[in-house]
């Protein structure tokens, strides 16, 4: 079978990152999220770190060339041999090009593009509830999943807060830098045949049913 590698494609705030990390468990693939990278190198406060920081606090997207090499590293690393799970990467076209440049040289390509999407007021009900956790990263909804005890992870006890580009007022820019940047990679994946549209306004288990029933059929046809 080739190898499974996966985008996962959408709004901020619409539920992908929610969905590529059950995926990545039950399928056991790595779950390459560049935002997780990014503040990762924000909290350990590293050269990459201190220049995305401003562009990720003002919700505008880091410039290519910082993305493309980290996401370079990442997929070369041994627990990607089977394949992996992209999680907001890539977010341009050029993105894009670089990342397929680098796949076929290894005889590669994208498997398929998954699309979430949802009106915009879910998806900004989505964001403004968000909680995430400072330690593991795990994600919460203060009014529909919340943590069991306030301000604690439910899975690994660490403290959780609201991202600064979580704000209400950081959402309208990065929802505009999504609609000029990232939208355009849907016609995109859709050009090339490797688009797959959720809708993504139901319950989490339900649309994660529809990505594993898809998933596997890309399995076999594989
Ligand atoms: P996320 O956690 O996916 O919402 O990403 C948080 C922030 O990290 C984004 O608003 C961008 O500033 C930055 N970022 C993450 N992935 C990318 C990417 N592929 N290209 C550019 N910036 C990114």
């Given at each position: 079978m080739s190898k499974l590698i996966l985008v996962f494609l959408g709004?901020?705030?619409?539920?992908k990152g929610t969905q590529a990390a059950k995926l990545a468990t039950d399928l056991a693939l790595p779950h390459i999220s560049t935002g997780d990278l990014f503040r990762d190198h924000l909290k350990r406060d590293t050269e990459l770190g201190q220049k995305a920081k401003g562009y990720m606090n003002e919700g505008k997207l880091v410039p290519d060339e910082l993305v493309v090499d980290l996401v370079m590293d990442r997929i070369a690393a041994d627990d990607c041999n089977e394949g992996f799970i992209l999680d907001g990467?890539?977010?341009?076209v050029a993105q894009d090009e670089s990342l397929e440049k680098a796949l076929s040289a290894n005889d590669q390509k994208v498997s398929a593009a998954l699309y979430f999407d949802a009106p915009r007021e879910t998806i900004v009900a989505r964001i403004s509830g968000r909680r995430t956790c400072k330690a593991c990263g795990a994600m919460y909804h203060a009014e529909f999943s919340p943590t069991a005890?306030?301000?604690?992870?439910?899975?690994?006890g660490g403290e959780t807060y609201q991202r600064v580009d979580d704000a209400a007022e950081k959402v309208s820019e990065r929802l505009s830098e999504y609609d000029n940047k990232t939208g355009p990679l849907v016609p995109h994946y859709r050009e090339k045949g490797v688009l797959k549209q959720f809708d993504a306004e139901g319950g989490v288990d339900d649309i994660y049913g529809q990505v594993k029933a898809f998933v596997e059929g890309l399995k076999q046809g594989a």
């Open positions: 709004p901020p705030g619409v539920g990467f890539p977010r341009t005890k306030d301000g604690v992870c439910d899975a690994c």
